[in-house]
């Protein structure tokens, strides 16, 4: 089963900052298409940003662009989401999500292999 491993959650106030990791302990994260999505309690799951696997082509929800970023690094297996700006409104689970090699698309079908998630919680 491949799984990728979210971390780098926490409890942050408003204004702050956090920077998610994703890493894939048992493939290839590199070869893949990654995703962020985050839900919250009583929400429908929605997409953040995305990437492709070369890290050349990056997506953004309208309520991420311009305060997150999302960005990998191949030599480390890793991907990273790094929110900026955080509002009590981005208090969610994130989930970090693989997918085939393709255009980044914060559509959930496209992601063929899920984490944990990680909790983010922003204080008000």
């Known amino acids: 089963q491949l799984q990728p491993v979210e971390s780098g959650g926490g409890l942050v106030q408003t204004g702050g900052s956090l920077r998610l990791s994703c890493v894939a302990s048992?493939?290839?994260?590199?070869?893949?298409?990654v995703g962020w999505f985050r839900q919250a309690p009583g929400k429908e799951r929605e997409g953040v940003s995305s990437?492709?696997?070369?890290?050349?082509?990056?997506y953004y929800a309208d309520s991420a662009a311009g305060r997150f970023t999302i960005s990998r690094d191949n030599a480390k297996n890793t991907v990273y989401l790094q929110m900026n700006s955080l509002k009590p409104e981005d208090t969610a689970i994130y989930y970090c999500?693989?997918?085939?090699?393709?255009?980044?698309?914060?559509?959930?079908?496209?992601?063929?292999?899920w984490g944990q998630g990680t909790q983010v919680t922003v204080s008000s």
């Open positions: 999500a693989a997918g085939s090699a393709g255009a980044p698309s914060l559509r959930a079908p496209r992601y063929d292999w």
């Open positions: 048992r493939f290839t994260l590199n070869y893949y298409v």
């Open positions: 990437i492709s696997s070369s890290g050349d082509s990056t």
